[in-house]
């Protein structure tokens, strides 16, 4: 086990291991146990009922936060001509020409969301090696697959806090909700929706208890286990 650090261990010490929180405990002791130097992105982490070896027990959505992320997210697209200018005018950070395409190809990844339109598929379906262990390739499913006219909308909405999750290897969901300089209304709400949304997306195949655990974090800040039948109720 690593060494913990002081105010670790402080912020552990407020937190009851033994106990299951609702949803406006866990949102208090998030903001009480914020100790680092920065304002620490809030995570939600869920473990699920599924088995994500079979195609129907998938689960991947995406949705936009009420009261976005906090943080400046970075958006490339991946167009050409008209696309491009239109990406550009949107706000788009980067705009994937061959040069750039060349520099993703040896791992560059300083960006946050990548969509793309469909005529430059052929060229990011090279870029998978690189991608898709990031969670950063363009995909139809998620929206970030889409016709030029739709850029200005998903390029607003990736930047005001549209977030894509979906569920891992170990069946295991983990995505951001906000920062701990929230409000603590503004965490409830978009921890209920994101609660909402994965309440929606069960799977039909799935047979018994869909959602097992749910843990919150601040980044580099010890887990709160939520209670799993509050929180979903």
């Known amino acids: 086990m690593p060494k913990r650090g002081r105010k670790y261990l402080e912020a552990a010490a407020k937190i009851d291991?033994?106990?299951l929180y609702s949803r406006s405990?866990?949102?208090k002791l998030i903001k009480e146990t914020a100790f680092t130097k920065f304002d620490p992105t809030v995570e939600v982490h869920m473990r699920l009922g599924v088995d994500p070896r079979h195609a129907d027990q998938q689960v991947r959505e995406v949705l936009n936060l009420p009261h976005g992320l906090g943080k400046t997210v970075r958006v490339l697209v991946f167009a050409?001509?008209?696309?491009?200018r239109l990406a550009e005018e949107a706000g788009a950070d980067y705009i994937a020409d061959d040069e750039l395409i060349k520099k993703i190809q040896d791992g560059w990844t300083?960006?946050?969301v990548a969509i793309a339109v469909p005529s430059m598929m052929g060229k990011v379906g090279r870029l998978g090696r690189?991608?898709?262990?990031?969670g950063l390739m363009p995909n139809p499913r998620a929206?970030?697959?889409a016709p030029g006219a739709d850029l200005p909308?998903?390029?607003e909405e990736s930047k005001a806090g549209r977030v894509e999750f979906r569920v891992d290897r170990t069946a295991n969901i983990h995505a951001p909700i906000g920062k701990a300089s929230f409000t603590?209304?503004?965490l409830m709400d978009n921890l209920n929706h994101l609660l909402d949304t994965i309440k929606r997306a069960r799977p039909a195949a799935v047979k018994g208890t869909y959602v097992h655990r749910i843990v919150m974090a601040n980044t580099m800040g010890p887990g709160i286990r939520l209670d799993t039948s509050e929180a979903l109720s």
């Open 17 to 19: 291991r033994d106990k």
């Open 25 to 27: 405990e866990a949102v």
């Open 80 to 84: 050409e001509g008209e696309d491009a």
């Open 110 to 112: 300083e960006f946050d």
């Open 130 to 134: 690189v991608l898709g262990p990031r």
């Open 143 to 145: 929206g970030t697959v």
């Open 153 to 155: 909308r998903l390029i």
């Open 184 to 186: 603590e209304e503004q």
